[in-house]
Nanobody
């Protein structure tokens, strides 16, 4: 079965940093385009980034220049480095093996349980 397990969230002050991880199993990770998405309670999902199997990454304008997505195909793991965090980045963050669908507003693919990021002074 497909499994995605996010970790690394926490509470930081504005301007702080976090590194999220997404450990995966049950599918051929190296062949999949992976995305990060986030959700604020009471609101819909928001696309954050999409990383192809070759490492090429696209970012939402709201995080470009502050967040960096990467992947380790040998470890079947995706990462999201969050720098320069803002209060509006507060959300539950999920990884998904969606082939890049989230970039087009499709959020129905498999994802993990999420990891909470809270940015507060």
């Amino acid at each position: 079965a497909v499994q995605l397990v996010e970790s690394g969230g926490g509470t930081v002050q504005p301007g702080g940093s976090l590194r999220l991880s997404c450990a995966t199993s049950g599918f051929t990770f190296s062949s999949y385009t992976m995305s990060w998405i986030r959700q604020v309670p009471g609101r819909g999902f928001e696309w954050v980034s999409t990383t192809r199997s070759d490492g090429h990454t696209d970012y939402a304008e709201s995080v470009k220049g502050r967040f960096t997505a990467s992947r380790d195909n040998a470890e079947n793991t995706s990462y999201l480095q969050l720098n320069g965090l803002r209060t509006e980045d507060t959300a539950m963050y999920y990884c998904t093996n969606d082939g890049g669908a989230a970039k087009s507003g499709i959020f129905s693919r498999a994802r993990g349980q999420g990891t909470q990021v809270t940015v507060s002074s």
